[in-house]
Structure formats: C-alpha cells, structure tokens
C-alpha cells in the first residue's frame, strides 16, 4: 500500500529495548535485570522484520524499505553505559518511583541534573544525547544495525540515480 501510494524509501524500526526501559523496570525488577519475557519478544520481532523488508523489497525489486534494529542500537549503550559515556542506562531521568519509571515526567517528578548522563529521558524514551547515538547508527551504522543499507548509503544512491 505505502508503495502504491508512491513511497520510494521508508524505514521501519525496531522494536528497541522493550524489557530494559525504565517502565518495564519498575514494574517487573528489583535489581535493574531487563524483563526477560519483554526482551525476548523483541528478540524474536527483529529478525522478522528483516525477512520481511527482504522478501517486500525482493517482490519490488527494489530496496524500497530499510528495516533499523534499533534494539541492538539501544543495547548497545544500556548494557555499557560508560563505553558511551553515559552513567545511568537503568533510571530515568525524569520520572517517579522505581527507575523513576512510574508516571509522566511532571513539574513533581524526580529530575536528574545532567540528562547528558542518563540513556532514558522518561519511562521509554531515549535522551537527546541516546537519541544522536541512535541517528548516527541509522545514518552510518553497519549492517548489523541497518539492513539492506544506512541511510548514508541511500541518500548516495538516490543522489546519483
């Protein structure tokens, strides 16, 4: 449908780190452990969204959709936040109770001081800094984190088609 309405690149992402957010800490850990069961659903989603974006763009005959495993992206700097420069991949920044993963970030939430050093803004989503991590793996990243290619190989191809 998307490439009967004229759609010549669209890029689908992953799951992300469904069971490492601070929401599905607070709610299913006492110890910071990723919710395993989440983990594993995103484990599976992955490699399924590949096979998809292969067999659509096959039929094409084009590489009209780019699947981003935006999960591996995101494990990457929850599992060694300092590699990246980050001190906290467990907490949110901005949030109450457990992980600061109950509620919306409000005027009465607990508010970390720098956000630059925390992967997660809120109860799901990345920071600023976590989010250009992300972008730069789409923009640049190996295969591993985009396939069939990044978005730099795309905008390459498309400019001297």
């Excluded at 803004?121 to 989010?131: G, K, L, Q, V």
């Excluded at 730069?136 to 990044?150: I, K, S």
Aim: net charge negative; glycine share 8%; aromatic share 10%.
């Amino acid at each position: 449908t998307l490439y009967e309405s004229g759609v010549r690149r669209a890029i689908l992402l992953g799951s992300g780190p469904l069971g490492c957010a601070p929401a599905e800490l607070a709610v299913h850990s006492s110890n910071g452990e990723c919710a395993a069961e989440l983990q594993a659903a995103a484990e599976l989603f992955e490699p399924q969204l590949v096979q998809l974006v292969q067999e659509v763009n096959a039929e094409l005959g084009d590489h009209v959709f780019v699947a981003a495993n935006t999960k591996l992206m995101h494990h990457n700097i929850i599992t060694d936040p300092q590699a990246f420069g980050f001190e906290n991949s467990k907490t949110a920044c901005c949030g109450q109770g457990p992980f600061n993963g109950l509620g919306l970030c409000t005027p009465w939430s607990s508010l970390c001081e720098n956000r630059d050093k925390f992967v997660f803004w809120d109860a799901f989503h990345p920071t600023e800094r976590a989010s250009r991590y992300i972008v730069e793996q789409m923009m640049n990243g190996a295969d591993e984190y985009m396939r069939p290619m990044n978005i730099s190989t795309i905008m390459y191809l498309d400019y001297n088609m």
